[in-house]
């Protein structure tokens, strides 16, 4: 079973950055991807970014060339740059790492960009 931990989230403004964090304990030896989702009220959850073992990267067409995802394999994290930051941004955002096919979820943090 695999532990993750977010942080990073908060209150910014149109335009501007955050750096979200994803720390990741328990059984990470069998870790295939990890990835970023976020969820707006009202709205289903829906994958932002995904990095795998063999450090292939996925973006949703929403956030390429804004986003970032990357990891740091020594310390078992996960990082979501996030730049030039829209209103549309605004959720929570989840980390999820897929373990021998089953997923496991964070808590999730808050990201909300004002206009």
């Known amino acids: 079973q695999v532990q993750l931990v977010e942080s990073g989230g908060g209150l910014v403004q149109a335009g501007g950055s955050l750096r979200l964090s994803c720390a990741a304990s328990?059984?990470?030896?069998?870790?295939?991807?990890m990835s970023w989702y976020r969820q707006a009220p009202g709205n289903q959850r829906e994958l932002v970014a995904t990095i795998t073992s063999g450090g292939s990267i996925l973006y949703a067409d929403s956030v390429k060339g804004r986003f970032t995802i990357s990891r740091d394999n020594a310390k078992n994290t996960v990082f979501l740059q996030m730049n030039n930051l829209k209103p549309d941004d605004t959720a929570i955002y989840y980390c999820s790492a897929l373990s021998r096919g089953v997923p496991s979820w964070g808590q999730g943090t808050q990201v909300t960009v004002s206009s």
């Open positions: 328990g059984s990470i030896f069998a870790i295939n991807a």
